[in-house]
């Protein structure tokens, strides 16, 4: 099969930008992309911007203006860490052989100025090379690789990133490495041995703060409560959270505190039925189903409990709330690495599922002296950094253009 559509002429003076992402397994890279594509057509660059990626859900995200996106056919990964066709019963191979045509396709007709490709460079099964390969003869396109701060442990990404020739590929089609963190927190550079040339490319932006999400439509999604303190748990896409999901709702909570928790629109039906039926028979906590967008609820938090996925964490750094941090431990050790270097840093609790109880739960809300972020704890000046990069790009625009505006965005 040949996908063929022609360049669309650019009519106007703004920039494309494109962002990737695969997006096989949860939300995290998609809610990522939709962040810093709507920062960049809600800030001075004025950009059209077209997200590319791997989840349907991406419908269910409003977009604002500047903003669209197109959905490739779904890969899901598994609790072993093997990818497949999701919605079609095809084998990897084959449904990455019609990801790539698409990919090349829209890049083609789209043309854009900048290309931020998610955290894998080839993308899934080398899935990228063909559109890398016409985009670097065109010659018109900067391409960006962003990298959440955490990937891995670093012998497993060492090793991946050999297999894939990710630094050969870095070398050939990247302009910048863009990692989404805080070289004070986590260096990613010098944990990863990244050799010199990768190296030299890489720019630690900062943590890319979440509270540049809120605007009103999340606010009507959040009730106010009568209670005098709210515990908020969160469990991302909910594919692999039922675990402290159940210890949430099972978990008694002090006098004067409401929970409440929010499942992920992944989290399987007999899970969400058993609890629903345990929220039901409690007046101290409350069920709040499929919300893709919990940021919302965060904000209003006086506790979080969570897993340890960036989006989830960078919200837990933004609205600087104490969090209670139960990490995902397989496929990858991210999780546990990116928890763990947080607790060190006095910046939250880590609680390892193995000690995981209901009673874990309200004692941590009960104690009255817990880590808390503050202001200053981290640097979240990602998406501003962003915004100058790519308009170091586009010297054709004026000087005022480089100051990053203060956006509300879903």
Same mark, same amino acid.
């Given at each position: 099969m040949n996908l063929h559509f022609p360049t669309i002429k650019k009519l106007g003076s703004e920039p494309r930008i494109a962002l990737y992402s695969h997006d096989t397994m949860g939300l995290g890279h998609l809610r990522r992309n939709i962040l810093i594509a709507s920062i960049l057509a809600e800030s001075p660059i004025n950009a059209n911007v077209l997200v590319v990626s791997g989840a349907r859900e991406a419908c269910h995200f409003a977009m604002m203006a &500047?903003?669209?996106?197109?959905?490739?056919?779904?890969?899901?990964?598994?609790?072993?860490?093997?990818?497949?066709?999701?919605?079609?019963? #095809?084998?990897?191979?084959?449904?990455?052989?019609? !990801?790539?045509?698409?990919?090349?396709?829209?890049?083609? /007709?789209?043309? @854009?100025? %900048?290309?931020? %490709?998610?955290? %894998?460079?080839? &993308?899934?099964?080398?899935?990228?090379?063909?559109?890398?390969?016409?985009?670097g003869e065109k010659g018109t396109t900067r391409c960006v690789l962003g990298l959440r701060e955490i990937l891995d442990d670093p012998a497993t990404v060492m090793k991946q990133w050999i297999e894939c020739d990710a630094e050969k590929t870095i070398r050939d089609h990247y302009d910048e490495v863009w990692i989404y963190g805080d070289s004070a927190i986590y260096d990613s550079v010098q944990q990863y041995a990244f050799g010199c040339e990768t190296a030299d490319r890489c720019v630690y932006t900062g943590f890319l703060d979440q509270s540049r999400r809120i605007n009103p439509s999340i606010r009507r999604n959040c009730p106010e409560h009568q209670a005098e303190s709210i515990a908020v748990c969160v469990i991302g896409g909910g594919q692999d959270g039922m675990q402290l999901a159940s210890a949430f709702a099972s978990a008694r909570m002090p006098l004067g505190w409401k929970? +409440?928790?929010?499942?992920?629109?992944?989290?399987?039906? /007999?899970?969400?039925? #058993?609890?629903?039926?345990?929220?039901?028979?409690?007046?101290?906590?409350?069920?709040?189903?499929?919300?893709?967008?919990?940021?919302?609820?965060?904000? =209003?938090?006086?506790?979080?409990?969570?897993?340890? &996925?960036y989006n989830t964490i960078a919200s837990i750094l933004s609205f600087e709330k104490p969090a209670l941090v139960v990490p995902r431990m397989a496929p990858r050790r991210e999780q546990w690495i990116r928890a763990n270097e947080l607790a060190r840093h006095g910046l939250l609790t880590t609680l390892s599922p193995d000690d995981l109880t209901p !009673?874990?739960?309200?004692? #941590?809300?009960?104690?009255?002296?817990? @880590?808390?972020?503050? /202001?200053?704890?981290?640097?979240? &000046?990602? *998406?501003?950094? +962003? %915004?100058?990069?790519?308009? !170091? #790009? *586009? @010297? =054709? !625009?004026? /000087?005022?253009?480089? =100051?990053?505006s203060e956006v509300s965005i879903v």
């Open positions: &500047g903003v669209d996106c197109v959905t490739l056919p779904s890969l899901c990964k598994d609790v072993s860490g093997d990818y497949t066709g999701k919605h079609l019963r #095809w084998t990897f191979r084959e449904t990455t052989s019609l !990801r790539s045509k698409i990919l090349a396709s829209t890049l083609n /007709a789209f043309s @854009p100025d %900048v290309f931020i %490709v998610d955290k %894998v460079p080839r &993308g899934i099964g080398n899935e990228l090379d063909e559109a890398l390969a016409d985009i929970g +409440i928790l929010i499942t992920g629109p992944f989290l399987p039906e /007999a899970d969400r039925m #058993w609890l629903r039926q345990t929220v039901a028979s409690k007046s101290d906590c409350e069920l709040v189903e499929n919300l893709v967008e919990a940021d919302g609820y965060i904000s =209003q938090a006086d506790r979080v409990v969570s897993m340890a &996925g !009673r874990a739960i309200t004692d #941590w809300i009960e104690c009255p002296d817990v @880590p808390k972020p503050t /202001a200053n704890s981290v640097d979240l &000046g990602g *998406l501003d950094r +962003i %915004v100058e990069s790519v308009n !170091r #790009w *586009l @010297p =054709q !625009r004026s /000087a005022s253009s480089t =100051q990053p």
